[in-house]
């Protein structure tokens, strides 16, 4: 039986900052065509989701009291 963890070692924000790294590393390797901008596409995508867990956790964004 596989053990799982518990616990998150890194953020949903660590995560997908390191996968749009590896994949802007990934796609800069690879000729331009249609699976090198797929790989940038998912990396923009990744960058941007990144930034978007920031904006929405900032303090100027909490609930009303």
């Given at each position: 039986?596989?053990?799982r963890r518990r616990f998150r070692n890194t953020?949903?924000?660590e995560v997908l900052a390191d996968q749009a790294q590896r994949l802007a590393r990934e796609a800069q390797g690879i000729p331009p065509?249609?699976?090198?901008q797929r790989l940038v596409r998912k990396a923009r995508q990744a960058e941007t989701a990144s930034h978007m867990i920031d904006w929405i956790m900032s303090p100027g964004l909490q609930p009303l009291k």
């Open positions: 039986m596989i053990k953020t949903l924000e065509g249609y699976k090198r």
